[in-house]
């Protein structure tokens, strides 16, 4: 298995409502991410785990809370979020072994696409 | 200025042509990706380079480490390569930072 499967493809979620992104890898990488794409725009990272522990957060609001059940499932907590959290959300894993994302072949999901009404 | 650089950010070409996708960076890396997107699509990963050259069916990424500069080649270019193309370097860090994308339309 050499995908990163990420659901669901599509959510519309109000202000109000709580929501989980669910992302799933079978390659046994140890390292995995979340990132947020705008239109247009290259993806921002939001948070990265790293052997299961929360190893970056790009800052990003609490109303975003990660977790990382073990090491073959990566969930994204949505809560309260606002129009402007509509975006594209990719799930990405790498070996995460000696060094770092800048030395391991990153596999990207096909992304959750999410529109906060 | 942006860390890392491409050009051209929009790029039409016909059939068969031969494309060059470049990437000036700035930081200094451990290795560069290159990275295809298809429009409302996930992201596939192309290469990882840290030197020399790699080849892949018609792809062909270089990179010159004393330049900071990379190159994408495609060759005998088909529709299907439309996409946006990125460039992102990695460093010390899990953190890859990523140019602002190159729009390729290849026309039949």
């Known amino acids: 298995d050499t995908e990163v499967t990420q659901t669901p493809k599509h959510l519309v979620m109000g202000m109000t409502n709580k929501k989980s992104l669910k992302c799933e890898q079978h390659m046994g990488h140890r390292a995995m991410y979340w990132y947020k794409q705008k239109a247009k725009k290259p993806p921002e990272l939001m948070f990265v785990?790293?052997?299961?522990?929360?190893?970056i957060n790009e800052s990003v609001p609490s109303r975003f809370s990660p977790e990382c059940p073990n090491s073959s499932l990566l969930n994204l907590h949505l809560h309260a979020l606002q129009p402007e959290d509509s975006a594209l959300y990719l799930c990405?894993?790498?070996?995460?072994?000696?060094?770092?994302?800048?030395?391991?072949?990153?596999?990207f999901g096909a992304g959750s696409r999410l529109t906060v009404l | 200025k942006n860390e890392v650089e491409q050009s051209p950010q929009n790029l039409t070409a016909q059939e068969g042509e031969f494309i060059t996708i470049n990437c000036s960076y700035s930081v200094g890396i451990s290795a560069l990706h290159w990275l295809q997107q298809h429009p409302g699509g996930g992201i596939v990963s192309l290469f990882m380079?840290?030197?020399g050259k790699k080849k892949h069916g018609r792809l062909i990424a270089t990179i010159n480490i004393q330049e900071k500069h990379s190159s994408l080649h495609i060759t005998a270019s088909h529709p299907r390569d439309s996409a946006v193309y990125i460039c992102?370097?990695?460093?010390?860090?899990?953190?890859?930072?990523f140019g602002t994308g190159t729009l390729l339309a290849v026309q039949p």
């Open positions: 992102a370097v990695g460093g010390a860090t899990n953190k890859l930072i």
């Open positions: 380079l840290s030197s």
């Open positions: 990405a894993s790498s070996h995460g072994r000696s060094g770092s994302a800048g030395a391991n072949v990153l596999t």
């Open positions: 785990y790293s052997y299961e522990k929360l190893s």
